[in-house]
């Protein structure tokens, strides 16, 4: 087997050398002044062991990658009672799409896209003030990322906030339906904030350590969540936490993964690793382009694909 420390290095000095980086994201007006070309990459394996390199120590938006988290806590909430509000299917469509909402009465096709996101933000806001909801989701990032900074960048929450109509269009319709049981600008305040937490890929592969290793942290001995929990989400990573580029991450990647439009990516290698990579610049379905072709090379090296070697 390559030493890992040998294929990261590897990894970072070819991506700091190739000009393909992708596209920025500009709808998100706070985005589009991340400088394209920054790459870094955090790998933690089951002893603890970090194999890091490029800027994986830099703060970036985390966006859709909380995602995993508030489905996390959701389930932890209100267990399987989850799937009455959003469903787990791949979608197909792009991260944003209302198309599907009309014939599915107002049900997210899954916790993923924006919508289904939408939803589960819903149900850890019911009871508890906006205030609350929130602090809870980023303690929780606080307590996984075993780091207290963790933080919101307010400024990346406040540029969503006023653009983020699209966002708000899915959740008047969601709303429509009884889908979504709060107040609608309550609800997308306490979305718009979790996208906005900020993480090195360093804290973000520390964060997702339970993941890789049976709900357990392997170094803690905590306890996350339950082993088939930690299973049933990293199936949902694999068919749908890169929207309608999925299928070509599980082609090429083989891990469950899930991206943000900041250009994360939290990548789960069962039983072996918790891996974090960034690069800025996106593909045409939103997802990082470095931040893919990265994990396609470690995997393969690594033989880590779920798939087989
Ligand atoms: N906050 C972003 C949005 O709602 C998240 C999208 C993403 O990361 N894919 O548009």
């Known amino acids: 087997m390559p030493d890992l420390d040998t294929v990261v290095r590897e990894i970072c000095e070819e991506m700091a050398a190739r000009p393909d980086r992708g596209t920025v994201a500009d709808y998100i007006p706070e985005l589009a002044h991340v400088d394209p070309n920054q790459f870094g990459l955090a790998v933690i394996d089951g002893d603890g062991r970090v194999s890091a390199g490029g800027d994986s120590e830099t703060l970036f938006s985390i966006q859709s990658i909380s995602k995993v988290f508030t489905l996390t806590l959701a389930l932890g909430m209100i267990g399987d009672r989850l799937w009455r509000r959003v469903g787990r299917e791949p979608s197909g469509n792009p991260f944003n799409s209302i198309v599907q909402l009309e014939r599915e009465r107002g049900?997210?096709?899954?916790?993923?896209?924006?919508?289904?996101?939408?939803?589960?933000?819903?149900?850890?806001?019911?009871?508890?003030?906006?205030?609350?909801?929130?602090?809870?989701?980023?303690?929780?990032?606080?307590?996984?990322?075993k780091d207290p900074?963790?933080?919101?960048?307010?400024?990346?929450?406040?540029?969503?906030?006023?653009?983020?109509?699209?966002?708000?269009?899915?959740?008047?319709?969601?709303?429509?339906?009884?889908?979504?049981?709060?107040?609608?600008?309550?609800?997308?305040?306490?979305?718009?904030?979790h996208c906005a937490i900020a993480m090195s890929c360093r804290q973000l592969a520390t964060a997702g350590q339970f993941l890789a290793h049976n709900g357990l942290n392997p170094q803690t001995g905590f306890s996350v969540v339950s082993a088939e929990r930690a299973r049933r989400i990293n199936a949902i990573m694999l068919t749908c936490g890169h929207y309608d580029g999925s299928g070509e991450f599980a082609y090429r990647v083989g891990l469950p993964g899930k991206s943000g439009v900041g250009g994360g990516i939290l990548a789960v290698a069962p039983g072996r690793a918790s891996i974090a990579v960034w690069s800025p610049g996106l593909d045409e379905a939103g997802n990082s382009h470095l931040g893919r072709v990265a994990l396609e090379r470690l995997t393969q090296r690594m033989g880590w694909s779920v798939f087989g070697v």
């Open 149 to 193: 900074s963790i933080a919101i960048d307010e400024k990346v929450a406040a540029s969503e906030r006023r653009t983020g109509f699209r966002n708000s269009a899915l959740a008047y319709y969601m709303k429509s339906f009884g889908v979504i049981e709060n107040p609608v600008d309550y609800t997308l305040g306490v979305y718009f904030h």
């Open 107 to 145: 049900v997210p096709r899954n916790p993923f896209i924006n919508a289904g996101a939408i939803a589960v933000t819903d149900v850890i806001l019911s009871g508890h003030e906006p205030r609350e909801a929130l602090g809870e989701i980023l303690r929780f990032m606080q307590f996984l990322g």
